[in-house]
């Protein structure tokens, strides 16, 4: 069955040190997302990139977030200077088309970020 | 603004008796709601979702859940629960009103089976 898939599974990082963390998104789907979920508390949209751009973004993804698709298969987020309340599992996801009918939304399991 | 109330944030039951994870939603229009469940260590599952037909959705593993909008309620429900049936489970909106339908998820129920 197709999956997506995120590495790493557990990063750890000083605060300010750049982290990339990869998601592959199944091979047919269109539109890709990242969310992320702060211990303890509830799941979080942060981006959506489709057709090689973003599509939309929430008021969490600033200017220290970047996502691409650097080459047709893997998707990537970026944080340039990563803070303490980055720490969280963040979530890549992938779906076929855009409207709720046309496929569900498939989670990775996530990949956890601790910031020390 | 869409928005999901999970009303308990840990459930605990017996195994073998019935599941009630409650779930209540505000939309501004006719709302798509699903059901995700989380083990531990794992990704994010669709368990169920509804989307403006039948009112009474099927999922998988024996969920259920039924949409009721005079209560603006989607409960999750399952007659009989079994210790595998342990995660955390998520009520979800479908936000229409960006650009590619994000989700907005409630703040999750943790269900502990007990033996």
């Known amino acids: 069955e197709p999956e997506v898939t995120q590495t790493p599974s557990h990063q750890v990082t000083q605060m300010g040190q750049e982290v990339i963390l990869r998601c592959v998104p199944i091979?047919?789907?269109?539109?890709f997302y990242w969310y992320r979920q702060i211990l303890g508390q509830k799941v979080e949209f942060l981006v959506s990139f489709y057709n090689n751009e973003i599509s939309e973004k929430s008021e969490i993804f600033d200017d220290q977030f970047s996502v691409e698709r650097p080459d047709g298969s893997n998707f990537t987020l970026k944080i340039r200077s990563t803070k303490l309340e980055d720490s969280a599992m963040y979530f890549c996801?992938?779906?076929?088309?855009?409207?709720?009918?046309?496929?569900?939304?498939?989670f990775g399991e996530g990949s956890r970020l601790t910031v020390l | 603004a869409q928005s999901v109330t999970q009303l308990d944030s840990h459930v605990s039951v017996s195994e073998g008796t019935p599941v009630l994870l409650r779930c209540n939603y505000s939309?501004?229009?006719?709302?798509?709601l699903f059901w995700y469940v989380q083990h531990p260590n794992k990704g994010l599952q669709l368990l169920l979702k509804?989307?403006?037909?039948?009112?009474l959705v099927k999922g998988i593993n024996g969920f259920e859940a039924e949409f009721k909008k005079s209560e603006t309620s989607f409960h999750l429900t399952k007659p009989s629960a079994h210790m595998s049936d342990a995660a955390e489970y998520f009520c979800v909106v479908s936000d229409y009103g960006g650009a590619t339908n994000k989700l907005i998820f409630g703040t999750g129920t943790l269900l502990a089976v007990q033996p």
């Open positions: 939309s501004s229009y006719s709302p798509s």
């Open positions: 996801a992938s779906k076929i088309g855009i409207s709720a009918n046309t496929g569900e939304l498939f």
């Open positions: 509804y989307t403006s037909a039948a009112t």
């Open positions: 091979s047919n789907h269109l539109y």
